[in-house]
């Protein structure tokens, strides 16, 4: 019986060994890189929510200072005022 290697196939010797073993190489980089990639793009969109999150809550801040302002000077316009002239 031939030696064979983790995956059950034969071992290949000489150059075509060489070849597996550099596409192999390949391979295992092709997937680090493509692991590293989805990490990185996990922690991108975790940070664009924190981001949005963040965003939100400046917007209700400046909604709710916008909508006293605005009711200040409703109450202002909507009381009438007499002017007295003392002729």
């Given at each position: 019986?031939?030696?064979?290697?983790?995956?059950?196939?034969?071992?290949?010797?000489?150059?075509?060994?060489?070849?597996?073993?550099?596409?192999?190489?390949?391979?295992?980089a092709?997937?680090?890189?493509?692991?590293?990639q989805?990490?990185?793009?996990?922690?991108?969109?975790?940070?664009?929510?924190?981001?949005?999150?963040?965003?939100?809550?400046?917007?209700e801040?400046?909604?709710?200072?916008?909508?006293?302002?605005?009711?200040?000077?409703?109450?202002?316009?909507?009381?009438?005022?007499?002017?007295?002239?003392?002729?």
């Amino acid at each position: 019986m031939p030696l064979t290697d983790r995956h059950n196939s034969p071992v290949v010797e000489g150059r075509d060994a060489d070849e597996r073993y550099g596409s192999q190489q390949e391979g295992n980089a092709a997937v680090t890189f493509h692991l590293e990639q989805e990490a990185t793009i996990a922690q991108l969109k975790k940070e664009l929510q924190a981001t949005a999150s963040h965003q939100h809550e400046q917007i209700e801040a400046l909604t709710e200072g916008a909508q006293k302002v605005s009711a200040r000077l409703e109450a202002n316009r909507a009381a009438p005022q007499t002017v007295l002239n003392n002729q």
